[in-house]
């Protein structure tokens, strides 16, 4: 076979394998579409409306606007990943253990929504959904490994929206997605006890077209629900050598619900979130090249098991409306692992609770700073590759800064 076919499915392969880092929900999802979702834990994100943001989770939310808004912002993603417990064929290595995996990194967001009249609206916004990046070169164990070397993934997702609300009650939005990925892997295979072949994919990088639909319920202005579904597409990729790369994106769907208690100054509000994480069953690498072969020198084939399991956010959070001035939120959120029967010392993925809590600050009726704070906690997880064993660990910390304005 050709030498498109050394990497099929490398860009998942990256994803996959260095989960260990920037991503900070199960398998490499990136929640970074607003700090007022950071400062709530994402609960009721799919219909709250309460800037442009929205619209990253629920296109119909646009229907809920009677000005044109505009959202920007950033969120800082702190993470701390340990690898412990190290043992190759039952032999401690202490040389394994690992604390300093992770690092920080910056994503930054904008969405812009434009009511036309009372019936329609459109938007236009730019985030991200997918990244990770993680770099083990100062690690005597993992540098040159199959299990470890450097991956960087990044993507960005370009949305056009429009929403139409048809009575009261109902609105529906539909939108498409313009998707950019761009990824490096590298990889030794010191594990393998053959000569030091090296994977060494650099910039790879591609775009894919998806969809987003959506509806909103409103029992009345206090109290509404949301229900909207993504479909991701596969990315289509070439590095700098020509090489073909295929990344499948995981499709989603949220209900959420917003109850503002009583006409009063505080409001309640939930999500459940299902992530289509079950299209990562396995890694092939078929007929590899012997130039960057993790076999061996003669080239062959390489087969790695995931099978994952769909994934699921269940969160709750709280709105307090404390004056004319200053809102101020929290919430939780408990996160599904995306991974099963299956473990991996390479992705520390686990059951993870998220402790949020944020603020906004209004300067006026139609301009605000929003400030959003989420520690995200994992666990030990004890993992079995055959060859090595470990205990495994990601936390991270989230900080959001979102600045909004109504015209």
């Known amino acids: 076979m050709n030498k498109t076919r050394i990497l099929k499915r490398s860009l998942l392969a990256a994803a996959v394998i260095a989960s260990t880092s ?19 834990a994402f609960a009721g994100d799919a219909v709250i409306a309460d800037n442009a943001s929205s619209m990253a989770r629920n296109p119909a939310t646009m229907a809920l606007f009677d000005k044109t808004s505009l959202s920007l912002g950033f969120e800082a993603i702190i993470t701390d990943i340990s690898v412990k417990d190290v043992q190759v064929l039952g032999i401690d ?21 434009v009511p036309v009249n009372d019936k329609f609206a459109w938007g236009i916004n730019a985030y991200s959904n997918f990244g990770t ?3 083990f070169s100062d690690s005597d164990r993992w540098n040159n490994s199959v299990f470890g070397g450097e991956t960087d993934i990044l993507s960005m997702n370009i949305g056009l929206s429009g929403s139409y609300r048809l009575n009261e009650q109902w609105s529906f939005g539909a939108g498409l997605d313009i998707i950019y990925g761009k990824g490096t892997i590298r990889r030794g295979a010191t594990e393998l006890g053959a000569p030091l072949q090296t994977l060494n994919v650099q910039d790879a990088d591609g775009w ?42 995981p499709d989603m769907a949220e209900f959420s619900g917003y109850h503002r208690i009583n006409e009063t100054a505080f409001a309640v509000h939930y999500s459940v979130q299902w992530i289509g994480w079950s299209a990562f069953d396995k890694i092939d690498f078929d007929n590899l090249d012997p130039s960057q072969s993790l076999i061996g020198a003669g080239g ?15 969160a709750i959070g709280g709105t307090w409306y404390l004056n004319e001035k200053v809102t101020l939120r929290t919430g939780y959120m408990h996160d599904t692992s995306a991974q099963d029967e299956i473990t991996s010392i390479s992705v520390p993925d686990s059951d993870r ?6 603020a906004t600050y209004h300067f ?9 704070i989420t520690y995200l ?3 030990d997880e004890a993992v079995d590759e055959g060859l090595i064993t470990a205990t495994t660990r990601a936390d991270a910390i989230l900080v959001g800064l979102q600045y909004s304005h109504s015209f």
Do not use: C
């Open 22 to 40: 920037q991503a900070h929900a199960a398998g490499f999802q990136l929640n970074a579409q607003s700090a007022t979702g950071i400062g709530r």
């Open 93 to 113: 290595d202490p040389n394994g253990n690992y604390d300093d995996i992770g690092g920080t990194s910056v994503a930054p967001n904008i969405h812009l929504i």
């Open 133 to 135: 990046s993680t770099d």
């Open 208 to 249: 894919g077209v998806g969809f987003n639909v959506g509806t909103v319920y409103e029992l009345n202005e206090n109290n509404r629900f949301g229900l909207s579904y993504r479909y991701s597409p596969e990315i289509t990729a070439k590095d700098d050598y020509g090489q073909e790369i295929s990344l499948p994106l």
């Open 300 to 314: 062959g084939s390489y087969s790695k098991p995931y099978e994952w399991q769909d994934g699921w956010h269940f």
């Open 353 to 358: 609770n998220w402790i949020s809590a944020g």
């Open 364 to 372: 006026s009726d139609d301009s605000n700073m929003d400030f959003g």
């Open 377 to 379: 906690i994992g666990s």
